[in-house]
């Protein structure tokens, strides 16, 4: 079955440094990928969509300055998060979609904790 | 109004009852509707499909009601290992908007 690979699965970072997320989709293409952040005992929150090749369109409230996304290939985007502080801390989560299809595989998460 | 609504829950059953969860969205035109697991710590998975005309996986029932803009999960002979959040999701022209999710606990 379909597989996205979440890298790194927890950091913990240094208020002011930058930490960037990879999400891979493993063994399909990944026209569509989504990022999500989470926090404790709430729901996913849709923080980008990036299609591969175009700017990623970013929900109301999401600074896109602060969120770099970044989709260069069928098979990698990137979360970079700008000049962390402790509220950034979260649990961050991508998933992915190839062509056509409408069903979500989801990496298994990034937990960063910015002290 | 948001979106996709779920009750939060908590919901805590014993083991072996049969519980029900719904969802209502908003949009009327929403194309597509499922129904994910998350584990506490972990990245969601999807649980199943929901079709028009009702579909079963073993002891999981989803149902999908067009005219009031609902779905339903039902779970019954439950385990404690279906202890867990549900969440609803719906797809409108690729856009997967995500409910708040259900909480659920079965206790022995």
């Known amino acids: 079955g379909a597989v996205v690979s979440q890298h790194p699965s927890w950091v913990i970072c240094k208020s002011g440094t930058s930490v960037k997320i990879e999400c891979r989709s493993l063994?399909?293409?990944?026209?569509?990928m989504f990022w999500y952040r989470q926090f404790p005992k709430q729901s996913l929150m849709l923080m980008a969509t990036?299609?591969?090749?175009?700017?990623?369109?970013?929900e109301q409230g999401v600074e896109k300055d602060k969120f770099l996304i970044n989709h260069a290939s069928l098979t990698l985007s990137t979360l970079t998060v700008t000049s962390a502080h402790p509220e950034d801390s979260s649990f961050y989560i991508c998933?992915?979609?190839?062509?056509?299809?409408?069903?979500?595989?989801f990496g298994a998460g990034s937990r960063l904790t910015v002290l | 109004r948001k979106e996709v609504e779920q009750d939060p829950g908590p919901f805590n059953v014993p083991e072996g009852a049969t519980v029900a969860f719904n969802c209502t969205y908003s949009?009327?035109?929403?194309?597509?509707f499922f129904w994910y697991r998350q584990d506490c710590r972990k990245e969601p998975k999807l649980l199943m499909s929901?079709?028009?005309s009702g579909n079963e996986d073993g002891r999981f029932t989803a149902q999908l009601n067009r005219a009031s803009q609902y779905i339903s999960l039902l779970i019954r002979d439950s385990k404690l290992s279906d202890s867990a959040t549900y969440l609803c999701?719906?797809?409108?022209?690729?856009?997967?908007?995500f409910g708040a999710g259900t909480r659920l606990t079965v206790k022995p």
């Open positions: 998933s992915a979609r190839w062509a056509g299809a409408n069903v979500l595989t």
């Open positions: 063994d399909f293409q990944a026209t569509t």
């Open positions: 990036s299609n591969e090749g175009s700017k990623a369109t970013y």
């Open positions: 949009n009327s035109a929403s194309q597509s």
């Open positions: 929901v079709y028009s």
């Open positions: 999701v719906v797809n409108l022209d690729n856009d997967m908007r």
